[in-house]
């Protein structure tokens, strides 16, 4: 396997530590805001037409959101 790095110290690239990404941190914290504002819309009834798909949207949303959140600091602690 050849060195990515340009020192030699014998580590891939892929196994270097994530840089910071403003995109990468911020947006699951705005989907899971934007999914429970969604899901509390529709199930209070603000919504246009008041249509239940929103409620499994905006939750599906949420919870998306988390998971991506917590996937990205799992990998920004191993160092991926």
């Known amino acids: ?5 340009s020192e ?6 892929r196994f270097q530590k994530l840089k910071f990404n403003p995109l990468r941190d911020v947006l699951p914290i705005v989907a899971v ?3 429970v504002f969604m899901a509390v819309r529709a199930v ?3 919504a ?3 249509d239940p798909l929103l409620i499994y ?5 949420a919870v998306i959101g988390v998971a991506v959140f917590v996937i ?9």
Request: glycine share 26%; charged share 25%; hydrophobic share 30%.
């Open 1 to 5: 396997m050849t060195e990515d790095d």
């Open 8 to 13: 030699g110290t014998g580590v891939p690239k």
């Open 33 to 35: 805001i934007v999914g």
């Open 44 to 46: 209070a009834g603000l």
């Open 48 to 50: 246009d037409g008041r």
């Open 57 to 61: 949207v905006g939750s599906g949303l």
């Open 72 to 80: 990205n600091r799992w990998q920004g602690k191993r160092g991926l």
